[in-house]
Protein backbone atom coordinates (compact mmCIF):
# COMPACT_ATOMS: atom_id res chain seq x y z
CA UNK A 1 0.00 0.00 0.00
CA UNK A 2 1.29 3.47 -0.70
CA UNK A 3 1.81 5.78 1.30
CA UNK A 4 1.26 3.26 4.98
CA UNK A 5 2.24 5.19 8.07
CA UNK A 6 5.30 3.50 9.97
CA UNK A 7 5.06 2.81 13.77
CA UNK A 8 8.44 2.34 15.33
CA UNK A 9 9.37 -0.06 18.34
CA UNK A 10 8.40 2.36 20.69
CA UNK A 11 9.70 0.35 23.37
CA UNK A 12 9.87 -3.82 23.73
CA UNK A 13 7.98 -4.35 26.25
CA UNK A 14 6.75 -8.21 25.47
CA UNK A 15 8.45 -10.11 23.57
CA UNK A 16 6.23 -13.49 21.46
CA UNK A 17 7.51 -16.96 21.35
CA UNK A 18 5.82 -18.36 18.31
CA UNK A 19 6.61 -21.91 19.91
CA UNK A 20 4.38 -24.65 17.98
CA UNK A 21 5.08 -23.14 14.82
CA UNK A 22 2.00 -23.02 12.66
CA UNK A 23 1.20 -26.31 14.22
CA UNK A 24 -1.92 -27.01 15.84
CA UNK A 25 -4.16 -30.21 16.52
CA UNK A 26 -7.28 -28.09 15.67
CA UNK A 27 -7.62 -26.35 12.17
CA UNK A 28 -10.18 -23.81 13.27
CA UNK A 29 -12.19 -21.60 10.25
CA UNK A 30 -11.25 -18.29 11.39
CA UNK A 31 -7.41 -18.59 12.13
CA UNK A 32 -5.72 -16.09 10.96
CA UNK A 33 -2.65 -17.43 10.46
CA UNK A 34 -4.52 -20.81 9.29
CA UNK A 35 -2.64 -23.43 11.39
CA UNK A 36 -3.44 -26.99 11.17
CA UNK A 37 -2.13 -30.57 12.22
CA UNK A 38 -0.43 -30.38 8.65
CA UNK A 39 0.66 -26.45 8.16
CA UNK A 40 4.43 -26.48 8.87
CA UNK A 41 5.33 -22.82 7.71
CA UNK A 42 6.80 -22.13 10.97
CA UNK A 43 8.25 -24.62 13.39
CA UNK A 44 8.50 -25.57 17.00
CA UNK A 45 10.69 -23.97 19.16
CA UNK A 46 13.06 -25.61 21.02
CA UNK A 47 13.67 -25.19 25.22
CA UNK A 48 17.83 -23.92 23.93
CA UNK A 49 16.34 -21.81 21.21
CA UNK A 50 14.29 -20.15 23.80
CA UNK A 51 17.24 -19.90 26.78
CA UNK A 52 19.07 -18.22 24.12
CA UNK A 53 16.42 -15.69 23.46
CA UNK A 54 15.13 -15.19 26.98
CA UNK A 55 18.72 -14.24 27.53
CA UNK A 56 19.23 -11.81 24.57
CA UNK A 57 15.63 -10.11 25.99
CA UNK A 58 17.30 -9.30 29.47
CA UNK A 59 18.91 -6.08 28.14
CA UNK A 60 15.97 -4.79 26.06
CA UNK A 61 14.37 -4.99 29.77
CA UNK A 62 11.45 -7.08 27.97
CA UNK A 63 8.43 -6.88 30.90
CA UNK A 64 6.50 -10.26 29.45
CA UNK A 65 6.73 -12.93 27.28
CA UNK A 66 3.82 -14.64 25.54
CA UNK A 67 3.79 -17.95 24.23
CA UNK A 68 1.67 -18.95 21.34
CA UNK A 69 1.64 -21.18 18.19
CA UNK A 70 -0.43 -23.11 16.97
CA UNK A 71 -1.32 -25.30 19.76
CA UNK A 72 2.02 -24.43 22.67
CA UNK A 73 1.09 -28.10 24.24
CA UNK A 74 1.73 -29.57 21.36
CA UNK A 75 5.66 -28.83 21.56
CA UNK A 76 6.86 -31.65 23.89
CA UNK A 77 9.58 -28.69 25.32
CA UNK A 78 7.03 -26.10 26.14
CA UNK A 79 6.56 -27.24 29.87
CA UNK A 80 10.23 -26.26 30.82
CA UNK A 81 9.80 -23.81 28.74
CA UNK A 82 7.34 -22.22 30.57
CA UNK A 83 9.04 -23.04 33.94
CA UNK A 84 11.94 -21.36 32.26
CA UNK A 85 10.79 -18.41 31.58
CA UNK A 86 8.97 -17.84 34.70
CA UNK A 87 12.55 -17.68 36.02
CA UNK A 88 12.77 -14.42 33.99
CA UNK A 89 9.71 -12.82 34.29
CA UNK A 90 5.92 -13.61 33.76
CA UNK A 91 4.81 -15.48 30.85
CA UNK A 92 0.86 -16.10 29.00
CA UNK A 93 0.44 -19.00 26.99
CA UNK A 94 -2.14 -18.92 24.76
CA UNK A 95 -3.83 -22.87 24.15
CA UNK A 96 -6.79 -24.33 22.55
CA UNK A 97 -6.91 -26.56 26.05
CA UNK A 98 -7.99 -29.59 24.38
CA UNK A 99 -4.49 -31.14 25.13
CA UNK A 100 -3.36 -30.85 28.39
CA UNK A 101 -2.61 -33.22 30.89
CA UNK A 102 -2.34 -33.19 34.53
CA UNK A 103 1.05 -33.72 35.03
CA UNK A 104 2.12 -30.60 32.95
CA UNK A 105 -0.37 -28.55 34.88
CA UNK A 106 0.17 -30.02 38.23
CA UNK A 107 3.94 -28.87 37.28
CA UNK A 108 3.31 -25.51 36.27
CA UNK A 109 1.12 -24.85 38.33
CA UNK A 110 4.29 -25.37 41.25
CA UNK A 111 6.47 -23.63 39.14
CA UNK A 112 4.55 -20.41 39.22
CA UNK A 113 4.20 -21.13 43.08
CA UNK A 114 8.03 -21.03 43.19
CA UNK A 115 8.19 -17.62 41.36
CA UNK A 116 7.21 -14.16 42.27
CA UNK A 117 5.70 -13.98 38.59
CA UNK A 118 2.35 -14.85 37.05
CA UNK A 119 1.46 -17.51 34.88
CA UNK A 120 -1.56 -17.09 32.86
CA UNK A 121 -3.38 -19.23 30.47
CA UNK A 122 -5.62 -17.58 27.77
CA UNK A 123 -7.83 -20.43 26.61
CA UNK A 124 -9.69 -20.01 23.02
CA UNK A 125 -13.12 -21.19 23.52
CA UNK A 126 -15.52 -19.17 20.88
CA UNK A 127 -18.88 -18.61 22.23
CA UNK A 128 -20.50 -20.26 25.42
CA UNK A 129 -21.69 -23.15 23.56
CA UNK A 130 -21.27 -26.12 21.26
CA UNK A 131 -23.26 -24.57 18.58
CA UNK A 132 -21.25 -21.22 19.04
CA UNK A 133 -17.49 -22.79 19.22
CA UNK A 134 -17.51 -25.98 17.38
CA UNK A 135 -18.80 -24.97 13.55
CA UNK A 136 -15.32 -22.87 14.11
CA UNK A 137 -12.90 -25.10 16.11
CA UNK A 138 -14.09 -28.35 15.22
CA UNK A 139 -16.55 -30.81 16.05
CA UNK A 140 -16.28 -31.82 20.12
CA UNK A 141 -13.96 -28.84 20.47
CA UNK A 142 -16.13 -26.97 23.29
CA UNK A 143 -16.74 -29.99 25.39
CA UNK A 144 -12.93 -30.41 25.13
CA UNK A 145 -11.55 -27.01 25.80
CA UNK A 146 -14.01 -27.03 29.02
CA UNK A 147 -12.84 -29.65 30.08
CA UNK A 148 -8.93 -27.70 29.85
CA UNK A 149 -10.61 -25.24 31.72
CA UNK A 150 -11.68 -27.09 34.36
CA UNK A 151 -8.17 -28.65 34.55
CA UNK A 152 -6.79 -25.46 35.20
CA UNK A 153 -9.29 -24.37 37.61
CA UNK A 154 -9.08 -27.87 39.77
CA UNK A 155 -5.22 -26.38 40.05
CA UNK A 156 -5.63 -22.89 41.05
CA UNK A 157 -5.25 -21.19 37.65
CA UNK A 158 -7.96 -18.54 36.71
CA UNK A 159 -7.68 -18.91 32.53
CA UNK A 160 -8.44 -16.40 30.44
CA UNK A 161 -11.15 -17.32 28.42
CA UNK A 162 -10.32 -15.84 24.97
CA UNK A 163 -13.47 -15.80 22.35
CA UNK A 164 -12.88 -14.63 18.58
CA UNK A 165 -16.22 -12.00 18.33
CA UNK A 166 -18.39 -15.02 15.41
CA UNK A 167 -20.68 -13.09 16.17
CA UNK A 168 -22.31 -9.60 15.97
CA UNK A 169 -20.68 -7.09 18.02
CA UNK A 170 -24.14 -5.71 19.52
CA UNK A 171 -24.42 -9.26 20.78
CA UNK A 172 -21.55 -9.39 23.17
CA UNK A 173 -23.17 -8.61 26.80
CA UNK A 174 -25.64 -11.25 26.22
CA UNK A 175 -22.83 -13.96 24.74
CA UNK A 176 -20.50 -12.96 27.72
CA UNK A 177 -23.41 -13.21 30.28
CA UNK A 178 -24.51 -16.56 28.66
CA UNK A 179 -20.83 -17.80 29.05
CA UNK A 180 -19.84 -16.63 32.69
CA UNK A 181 -23.34 -19.09 33.74
CA UNK A 182 -21.87 -21.61 32.08
CA UNK A 183 -18.31 -21.30 33.31
CA UNK A 184 -19.64 -20.56 36.78
CA UNK A 185 -21.58 -24.68 35.95
CA UNK A 186 -18.12 -25.93 35.15
CA UNK A 187 -16.91 -24.71 38.30
CA UNK A 188 -15.33 -21.70 37.29
CA UNK A 189 -16.80 -19.59 39.74
CA UNK A 190 -14.83 -16.09 38.92
CA UNK A 191 -14.56 -16.34 35.19
CA UNK A 192 -12.41 -13.72 33.37
CA UNK A 193 -13.27 -12.93 29.78
CA UNK A 194 -11.35 -11.77 26.54
CA UNK A 195 -13.17 -10.68 23.41
CA UNK A 196 -10.98 -10.61 20.37
CA UNK A 197 -12.00 -9.05 16.45
CA UNK A 198 -11.97 -11.26 13.69
CA UNK A 199 -9.02 -10.55 11.49
CA UNK A 200 -10.24 -11.06 8.14
CA UNK A 201 -7.04 -12.85 6.62
CA UNK A 202 -5.80 -16.49 6.28
CA UNK A 203 -8.70 -18.77 6.94
CA UNK A 204 -11.16 -16.33 8.24
CA UNK A 205 -10.49 -14.35 4.35
CA UNK A 206 -12.29 -17.96 3.26
CA UNK A 207 -14.71 -18.34 5.73
CA UNK A 208 -16.21 -14.83 5.76
CA UNK A 209 -14.37 -12.13 3.69
CA UNK A 210 -11.66 -10.37 3.55
CA UNK A 211 -10.04 -6.44 3.92
CA UNK A 212 -11.67 -4.04 1.72
CA UNK A 213 -9.31 -1.72 0.08
CA UNK A 214 -10.41 1.01 2.37
CA UNK A 215 -9.37 -0.70 5.53
CA UNK A 216 -6.36 0.83 6.12
CA UNK A 217 -4.83 2.73 7.85
CA UNK A 218 -4.06 5.70 6.65
CA UNK A 219 -1.44 9.05 7.99
CA UNK A 220 -4.53 10.72 8.89
CA UNK A 221 -5.79 8.24 10.79
CA UNK A 222 -2.89 8.13 13.14
CA UNK A 223 -2.95 12.06 13.67
CA UNK A 224 -3.43 12.33 17.45
CA UNK A 225 -4.02 8.69 17.66
CA UNK A 226 -1.54 6.87 20.45
CA UNK A 227 0.02 4.30 18.33
CA UNK A 228 1.18 2.54 21.74
CA UNK A 229 -2.13 0.80 21.03
CA UNK A 230 -0.88 -0.87 18.36
CA UNK A 231 1.30 -4.92 19.32
CA UNK A 232 4.12 -3.48 16.81
CA UNK A 233 5.31 -0.66 19.12
CA UNK A 234 5.62 -2.45 21.47
CA UNK A 235 5.99 -6.51 20.68
CA UNK A 236 8.36 -8.70 18.84
CA UNK A 237 7.93 -12.56 17.21
CA UNK A 238 10.43 -14.99 18.20
CA UNK A 239 9.75 -17.70 15.30
CA UNK A 240 12.15 -20.67 13.96
CA UNK A 241 12.52 -18.27 10.76
CA UNK A 242 13.86 -15.05 13.08
CA UNK A 243 12.41 -12.16 14.64
CA UNK A 244 9.00 -11.16 13.13
CA UNK A 245 6.96 -8.12 13.91
CA UNK A 246 3.65 -9.19 15.48
CA UNK A 247 2.09 -12.69 15.92
CA UNK A 248 -0.80 -12.27 13.32
CA UNK A 249 1.11 -10.88 10.02
CA UNK A 250 3.19 -14.51 10.08
CA UNK A 251 2.01 -14.70 6.51
CA UNK A 252 3.13 -11.71 5.61
CA UNK A 253 6.27 -12.37 3.71
CA UNK A 254 7.52 -8.78 4.84
CA UNK A 255 7.01 -9.76 8.89
CA UNK A 256 10.20 -11.74 9.11
CA UNK A 257 12.65 -8.37 10.47
CA UNK A 258 16.05 -10.01 10.91
CA UNK A 259 17.60 -12.94 12.81
CA UNK A 260 18.27 -10.48 15.85
CA UNK A 261 16.09 -8.44 18.08
CA UNK A 262 18.49 -5.58 17.19
CA UNK A 263 17.80 -6.09 13.54
CA UNK A 264 13.93 -5.62 14.35
CA UNK A 265 14.33 -2.57 15.90
CA UNK A 266 12.96 -0.32 13.02
CA UNK A 267 9.95 0.90 12.00
CA UNK A 268 7.25 -1.38 10.16
CA UNK A 269 4.48 -0.27 7.61
CA UNK A 270 0.84 -0.15 8.60
CA UNK A 271 0.07 -1.96 5.01
CA UNK A 272 -1.90 -4.66 5.90
CA UNK A 273 -5.76 -5.14 6.70
CA UNK A 274 -5.23 -6.90 9.99
CA UNK A 275 -3.46 -3.67 11.09
CA UNK A 276 -6.13 -1.72 10.58
CA UNK A 277 -8.38 -4.34 13.29
CA UNK A 278 -5.18 -3.36 15.47
CA UNK A 279 -5.58 0.15 15.21
CA UNK A 280 -9.89 -0.02 15.47
CA UNK A 281 -9.73 -1.96 18.69
CA UNK A 282 -6.27 -1.65 20.33
CA UNK A 283 -4.17 -3.89 22.41
CA UNK A 284 -6.13 -6.73 21.06
CA UNK A 285 -3.15 -9.41 21.43
CA UNK A 286 -2.58 -8.88 25.37
CA UNK A 287 -4.07 -9.41 28.55
CA UNK A 288 -6.64 -7.43 30.00
CA UNK A 289 -4.79 -4.03 29.79
CA UNK A 290 -4.91 -0.63 30.48
CA UNK A 291 -5.46 2.35 27.76
CA UNK A 292 -2.73 5.42 27.69
CA UNK A 293 -3.60 8.22 29.53
CA UNK A 294 -2.57 11.04 27.30
CA UNK A 295 -0.06 11.41 24.80
CA UNK B 1 15.65 12.31 57.04
CA UNK B 2 12.41 9.52 57.45
CA UNK B 3 10.03 10.64 54.39
CA UNK B 4 6.41 9.31 54.23
CA UNK B 5 4.47 8.05 50.92
CA UNK B 6 0.87 7.79 50.67
CA UNK B 7 -0.56 5.99 47.66
CA UNK B 8 -4.08 7.17 46.16
CA UNK B 9 -6.28 8.53 48.79
CA UNK B 10 -9.67 7.74 46.33
CA UNK B 11 -11.76 10.45 48.97
CA UNK B 12 -10.76 8.61 52.24
CA UNK B 13 -10.09 11.43 54.08
CA UNK B 14 -10.11 9.34 57.37
CA UNK B 15 -7.34 7.26 56.81
CA UNK B 16 -5.41 10.47 55.14
CA UNK B 17 -5.61 11.96 58.70
CA UNK B 18 -4.66 8.59 60.27
CA UNK B 19 -2.19 8.21 57.75
CA UNK B 20 -0.49 11.93 58.61
CA UNK B 21 -0.60 11.90 62.43
CA UNK B 22 1.40 8.32 62.13
CA UNK B 23 3.37 8.94 60.13
CA UNK B 24 4.41 12.36 62.11
CA UNK B 25 4.22 10.05 65.18
CA UNK B 26 6.66 7.80 63.22
CA UNK B 27 9.22 10.73 62.82
CA UNK B 28 7.74 11.70 59.08
CA UNK B 29 9.75 14.97 58.82
CA UNK B 30 8.23 14.70 54.68
CA UNK B 31 4.85 14.15 53.26
CA UNK B 32 4.12 13.03 49.52
CA UNK B 33 1.13 11.81 47.84
CA UNK B 34 1.44 9.88 44.81
CA UNK B 35 -1.89 10.66 43.30
CA UNK B 36 -5.45 9.45 42.69
CA UNK B 37 -6.96 11.61 45.47
CA UNK B 38 -10.76 11.12 44.25
CA UNK B 39 -12.53 7.82 43.46
CA UNK B 40 -14.92 5.10 45.39
CA UNK B 41 -14.84 6.79 48.81
CA UNK B 42 -17.36 10.62 50.36
CA UNK B 43 -17.07 14.16 50.49
CA UNK B 44 -13.92 14.38 47.79
CA UNK B 45 -13.45 18.00 49.07
CA UNK B 46 -12.57 17.07 52.28
CA UNK B 47 -9.03 15.65 51.08
CA UNK B 48 -7.69 19.05 49.91
CA UNK B 49 -7.87 20.73 53.66
CA UNK B 50 -5.51 18.00 54.76
CA UNK B 51 -2.90 18.36 51.91
CA UNK B 52 -2.70 22.14 52.18
CA UNK B 53 -3.04 21.86 56.20
CA UNK B 54 0.05 19.13 55.95
CA UNK B 55 2.08 20.80 53.16
CA UNK B 56 1.57 16.84 51.55
CA UNK B 57 3.06 17.42 48.31
CA UNK B 58 1.62 15.50 45.03
CA UNK B 59 1.64 13.94 42.12
CA UNK B 60 -0.97 13.96 39.34
CA UNK B 61 -2.66 10.42 39.25
CA UNK B 62 -5.04 9.99 36.03
CA UNK B 63 -7.86 10.50 38.18
CA UNK B 64 -6.54 13.74 39.73
CA UNK B 65 -5.75 14.90 35.50
CA UNK B 66 -9.65 13.47 34.40
CA UNK B 67 -11.01 15.44 37.28
CA UNK B 68 -8.73 18.41 36.83
CA UNK B 69 -9.44 18.52 33.08
CA UNK B 70 -13.11 17.96 32.89
CA UNK B 71 -12.73 14.78 31.28
CA UNK B 72 -15.84 12.42 30.95
CA UNK B 73 -14.34 9.39 32.85
CA UNK B 74 -10.82 8.43 35.11
CA UNK B 75 -8.28 7.02 32.60
CA UNK B 76 -8.20 3.54 34.58
CA UNK B 77 -8.55 1.53 31.10
CA UNK B 78 -10.93 -0.95 32.61
CA UNK B 79 -12.22 -2.98 29.69
CA UNK B 80 -14.72 -5.30 31.47
CA UNK B 81 -18.41 -3.54 31.51
CA UNK B 82 -18.65 -4.15 35.27
CA UNK B 83 -15.83 -2.33 35.89
CA UNK B 84 -16.62 0.39 34.38
CA UNK B 85 -20.36 1.09 35.64
CA UNK B 86 -18.92 1.01 38.87
CA UNK B 87 -16.45 2.90 37.76
CA UNK B 88 -18.10 5.69 36.33
CA UNK B 89 -20.58 5.73 39.25
CA UNK B 90 -17.18 6.56 41.48
CA UNK B 91 -16.07 9.29 38.96
CA UNK B 92 -19.16 11.37 38.31
CA UNK B 93 -19.95 11.33 42.65
CA UNK B 94 -16.22 12.07 42.81
CA UNK B 95 -16.55 15.14 39.82
CA UNK B 96 -20.24 16.20 41.28
CA UNK B 97 -18.47 16.82 44.63
CA UNK B 98 -14.85 18.51 43.99
CA UNK B 99 -15.24 22.06 43.64
CA UNK B 100 -13.99 24.40 40.90
CA UNK B 101 -11.07 25.09 43.26
CA UNK B 102 -10.01 22.15 44.11
CA UNK B 103 -10.08 21.16 40.40
CA UNK B 104 -8.57 23.86 39.12
CA UNK B 105 -5.47 23.10 41.57
CA UNK B 106 -5.38 19.34 41.02
CA UNK B 107 -5.11 20.11 36.99
CA UNK B 108 -1.54 21.99 37.57
CA UNK B 109 -0.06 19.18 39.84
CA UNK B 110 2.71 17.74 38.35
CA UNK B 111 3.56 14.24 36.60
CA UNK B 112 6.16 13.47 38.33
CA UNK B 113 8.52 14.83 41.40
CA UNK B 114 11.76 14.57 41.59
CA UNK B 115 14.40 15.44 44.65
CA UNK B 116 17.68 13.98 46.09
CA UNK B 117 17.88 13.70 50.13
CA UNK B 118 20.98 12.15 51.53
CA UNK B 119 22.34 11.70 48.03
CA UNK B 120 19.80 9.23 47.32
CA UNK B 121 18.00 10.23 44.15
CA UNK B 122 14.04 9.84 43.97
CA UNK B 123 11.50 9.76 41.65
CA UNK B 124 7.91 9.89 42.43
CA UNK B 125 5.45 8.98 39.93
CA UNK B 126 2.21 7.47 39.61
CA UNK B 127 1.49 4.15 37.54
CA UNK B 128 5.43 4.18 35.78
CA UNK B 129 7.83 6.49 35.41
CA UNK B 130 7.05 6.50 31.40
CA UNK B 131 3.11 6.72 32.12
CA UNK B 132 0.37 7.87 34.26
CA UNK B 133 -1.91 5.00 34.45
CA UNK B 134 0.36 2.08 33.73
CA UNK B 135 0.00 -0.74 35.98
CA UNK B 136 2.92 -2.32 37.63
CA UNK B 137 1.98 -5.83 39.40
CA UNK B 138 4.41 -6.93 41.05
CA UNK B 139 3.51 -10.35 39.45
CA UNK B 140 3.56 -9.31 35.78
CA UNK B 141 6.76 -6.80 35.93
CA UNK B 142 10.45 -8.16 35.34
CA UNK B 143 13.08 -7.02 37.31
CA UNK B 144 14.87 -6.33 34.16
CA UNK B 145 11.83 -4.01 32.93
CA UNK B 146 11.97 -2.02 36.21
CA UNK B 147 16.13 -1.68 35.41
CA UNK B 148 15.35 0.02 32.28
CA UNK B 149 12.87 2.58 33.50
CA UNK B 150 15.24 3.22 36.75
CA UNK B 151 18.12 3.14 34.23
CA UNK B 152 15.74 6.10 32.03
CA UNK B 153 14.64 8.25 34.77
CA UNK B 154 17.97 8.15 36.56
CA UNK B 155 16.41 7.82 40.14
CA UNK B 156 17.66 5.14 42.43
CA UNK B 157 14.17 4.91 44.07
CA UNK B 158 11.28 5.12 42.27
CA UNK B 159 8.43 4.94 44.15
CA UNK B 160 5.14 4.85 42.35
CA UNK B 161 1.03 3.43 43.69
CA UNK B 162 -2.26 3.29 41.15
CA UNK B 163 -2.21 -0.30 41.43
CA UNK B 164 -3.28 -0.52 44.82
CA UNK B 165 -1.55 -3.53 46.14
CA UNK B 166 2.26 -2.42 47.56
CA UNK B 167 5.53 -3.86 46.98
CA UNK B 168 9.38 -3.79 46.08
CA UNK B 169 11.70 -4.49 43.78
CA UNK B 170 15.67 -4.72 44.67
CA UNK B 171 17.66 -4.09 41.68
CA UNK B 172 20.97 -3.64 40.66
CA UNK B 173 23.61 -0.88 42.27
CA UNK B 174 20.85 -1.55 45.60
CA UNK B 175 18.19 0.72 43.46
CA UNK B 176 14.60 -0.85 44.24
CA UNK B 177 11.12 -0.19 42.87
CA UNK B 178 8.41 0.99 45.49
CA UNK B 179 5.06 0.55 44.80
CA UNK B 180 3.76 2.57 48.36
CA UNK B 181 -0.09 1.01 48.64
CA UNK B 182 -2.78 3.19 48.82
CA UNK B 183 -4.81 4.58 51.62
CA UNK B 184 -7.92 4.39 49.95
CA UNK B 185 -9.45 0.89 50.18
CA UNK B 186 -8.09 -2.32 51.92
CA UNK B 187 -5.69 -4.48 49.93
CA UNK B 188 -7.90 -7.47 49.01
CA UNK B 189 -6.56 -9.62 51.72
CA UNK B 190 -9.34 -9.50 53.80
CA UNK B 191 -8.01 -7.14 56.50
CA UNK B 192 -9.99 -3.51 56.75
CA UNK B 193 -6.46 -1.56 57.03
CA UNK B 194 -4.29 0.64 54.61
CA UNK B 195 -1.60 0.81 53.60
CA UNK B 196 1.72 4.14 53.29
CA UNK B 197 5.02 3.76 52.94
CA UNK B 198 8.11 5.11 55.46
CA UNK B 199 11.79 5.64 53.82
CA UNK B 200 14.25 6.61 55.90
CA UNK B 201 17.84 7.97 54.53
CA UNK B 202 19.73 8.37 57.77
CA UNK B 203 21.89 5.94 57.62
CA UNK B 204 22.54 6.92 54.03
CA UNK B 205 25.71 8.15 52.38
CA UNK B 206 25.38 12.37 52.57
CA UNK B 207 26.77 12.66 48.74
CA UNK B 208 26.36 11.28 45.73
CA UNK B 209 29.84 9.79 46.21
CA UNK B 210 29.01 7.67 49.11
CA UNK B 211 25.95 6.50 47.44
CA UNK B 212 26.93 2.94 46.60
CA UNK B 213 26.93 2.83 50.54
CA UNK B 214 24.40 4.49 51.19
CA UNK B 215 21.73 3.23 49.35
CA UNK B 216 21.85 -0.19 50.77
CA UNK B 217 21.21 1.24 53.84
CA UNK B 218 18.04 3.05 52.84
CA UNK B 219 15.15 1.25 55.52
CA UNK B 220 12.00 1.12 53.50
CA UNK B 221 8.89 0.02 55.89
CA UNK B 222 5.79 -0.56 54.69
CA UNK B 223 3.02 0.53 56.88
CA UNK B 224 -0.43 -1.06 57.56
CA UNK B 225 -2.59 1.83 58.99
CA UNK B 226 -5.61 1.26 60.94
CA UNK B 227 -8.15 4.22 60.53
CA UNK B 228 -12.15 4.76 61.30
CA UNK B 229 -13.14 2.35 58.40
CA UNK B 230 -16.87 1.77 59.89
CA UNK B 231 -17.54 5.60 59.85
CA UNK B 232 -16.21 5.63 56.24
CA UNK B 233 -18.55 2.56 55.68
CA UNK B 234 -21.58 5.31 57.76
CA UNK B 235 -20.49 8.19 55.37
CA UNK B 236 -20.80 5.92 52.38
CA UNK B 237 -23.75 4.57 52.51
CA UNK B 238 -25.12 8.14 53.63
CA UNK B 239 -23.96 9.37 50.08
CA UNK B 240 -25.73 6.41 48.51
CA UNK B 241 -22.42 5.07 47.06
CA UNK B 242 -22.66 1.45 45.73
CA UNK B 243 -22.62 -0.58 48.60
CA UNK B 244 -19.94 -2.86 46.51
CA UNK B 245 -17.72 -0.02 47.52
CA UNK B 246 -18.95 -0.46 51.26
CA UNK B 247 -18.35 -4.15 51.26
CA UNK B 248 -14.84 -3.79 50.34
CA UNK B 249 -14.31 -1.37 53.38
CA UNK B 250 -15.96 -3.60 55.65
CA UNK B 251 -14.43 -6.67 54.55
CA UNK B 252 -11.36 -6.06 53.17
CA UNK B 253 -12.02 -8.20 49.55
CA UNK B 254 -11.73 -6.25 46.28
CA UNK B 255 -15.35 -6.42 44.97
CA UNK B 256 -14.97 -4.53 41.65
CA UNK B 257 -12.34 -3.22 39.91
CA UNK B 258 -11.24 -6.71 39.31
CA UNK B 259 -10.36 -7.45 35.23
CA UNK B 260 -6.94 -5.67 35.59
CA UNK B 261 -6.34 -8.25 38.48
CA UNK B 262 -3.33 -10.89 37.22
CA UNK B 263 -3.87 -14.01 38.27
CA UNK B 264 -1.49 -13.99 40.85
CA UNK B 265 -3.20 -11.31 42.71
CA UNK B 266 -6.59 -11.91 41.94
CA UNK B 267 -5.90 -15.72 43.08
CA UNK B 268 -5.51 -14.70 46.60
CA UNK B 269 -8.91 -12.50 47.01
CA UNK B 270 -12.60 -13.86 47.23
CA UNK B 271 -13.78 -12.31 44.12
Known sequence: MENAPSVALESLDTLWFQVAGTRCNLECAHCFISCSPHNDSYGFLTLDVVRERLDESVKWGVRDYYFTGGEPFLNRDIVPILELTLQYGPATVLTNATVLKSEWVERLRRAEEATQYCLEFRVSIDGPSPE??????????FVRAMK????????????????????????????LGQFRNVLREHGYTRPRLKVLPRLKIGAESCRTEGYGQFERVTPELLDGFDTGQLVCSHSRVITDRGVAVCPILLDEPSAIMGQSLGDANRAFPLAHG???????????????????VEA | ?????????????LALEA?????????????????????????????????????IQCVQGNYDHSIGNDLHDCQCGYTDPRDNWFAQISYDYTYANTSPANREWMCQLPKEIRFEVDGIRFLLC???PRQTNEFLWESTTSTHFIERLADQCEADLVLGTHSGIHW?????????????GVLGRPENDGRTNVWYTLVDTSRAGQSRAEQGAGLANVGVEFVGLEYDHDRLAREMRDEKLPEEFVETVLSGWW???LEVLPGKERRVGRF
Open chain 2, 19 to 55: AVYDAQRRGAERLYCLGDLGAFGPHPDRVFPLLYQYD
Open chain 2, 126 to 128: HGS
Open chain 1, 148 to 175: GVELLVDHGFLPIITMTRVWEEENDHEV
Open chain 2, 255 to 257: TTC
Open chain 2, 168 to 180: QRRLSGDRRFINV
Open chain 1, 132 to 141: TNDPVRGEGT
Open chain 2, 1 to 13: MKLAFFGGIYNNY
Open chain 1, 274 to 292: ACYTCYQYGAICTNPSSKP
